[in-house]
T-cell receptor, first 114, second 112 residues
Framework: GAGVSQTPSNKVTEKGKYVELRCDPI?????LYWYRQSLGQGPEFLIYFQGTGAADDSGLPNDRFFAVRPEGSVSTLKIQRTERGDSAVYLC????????????FGEGSRLTVL | GIQVEQSPPDLILQEGANSTLRCNFS?????LQWFHQNPWGQLINLFYIPSGTKQNGRLSATTVATERYSLLYISSSQTTDSGVYFCAVEDDSGGSNYKLTFGKGTLLTVNP
């Protein structure tokens, strides 16, 4: 697509529920990133994919968070047993393969855990 | 890890004024980007500028990598320039260089 697409744009859930957030990167971009932005802060790195594999998941806060990218394009961020502290905007970005240059971000998925 | 400091944290301007936003970073970098986050939360790329100077319309940016800072200039500001401006860097630590570390941003408000 023309830009990075994220769905849903807003998600409200109850504490303890399971949530999936989807990212569709720019066509031809093989690098994909997830970031999390809390109110009043800059985005923080969660995980990076090069192709289908997670090259670095060191930013995932704990084992309730997991992400997949089975075909090297669309990625899903999965959060189990959500907690109120998980409330944030989850941002996806993509960039061209082998090029540590510009990252292009989607509009984000705003997650609210009640 | 690398530290990124942005100043000022807040800035209020009248339409038509010029401004300079600063980004200091604590280590050498491979990548530096400036973003504008609009009121709807979208992060818009402004510049990819690990070194040198670039200009795009009313905006320009300069990065002096040897002195570990970057400046974003906004001239003849407009109300649509309002939002948060982020500087983000990728440190030159060797190996896998792909994480952007963001500063806390500068909140710019341009009044009509």
């Amino acid at each position: 697509g023309a830009g990075v697409s994220q769905t849903p744009s807003n998600k409200v859930t109850e504490k303890g529920k399971y949530v999936e957030l989807r990212c569709d990167p720019i066509s031809g971009h093989t690098a994909l990133y997830w970031y999390r932005q809390s109110l009043g802060q800059g985005p923080e790195f969660l995980i990076y994919f090069q192709g289908t594999g997670a090259a670095d998941d060191s930013g995932l806060p704990n084992d309730r968070f997991f992400a997949v990218r089975p075909e090297g394009s669309v990625s899903t961020l999965k959060i189990q047993r959500t907690e109120r502290g998980d409330s944030a905007v989850y941002l996806c970005a993509s960039s061209r393969q082998g090029y540590t240059g510009e990252l292009f971000f989607g509009e984000g998925s705003r997650l609210t855990v009640l | 890890g690398i530290q990124v400091e942005q100043s000022p944290p807040d800035l209020i301007l009248q339409e038509g004024a010029n401004s300079t936003l600063r980004c200091n970073f604590s280590d050498s970098v491979n990548n530096l980007q400036w973003f504008h986050q609009n009121p709807w939360g979208q992060l818009i790329n402004l510049f990819y500028i690990p070194s040198g100077t670039k200009q795009n319309g009313r905006l320009s940016a300069t990065t002096v990598a040897t002195e570990r800072y970057s400046l974003l200039y906004i001239s003849s500001s407009q109300t649509t320039d309002s939002g948060v401006y982020f500087c983000a860097v990728e440190d030159d630590s060797g190996g896998s260089n792909y994480k952007l570390t963001f500063g806390k941003g500068t909140l710019l408000t341009v009044n009509p």
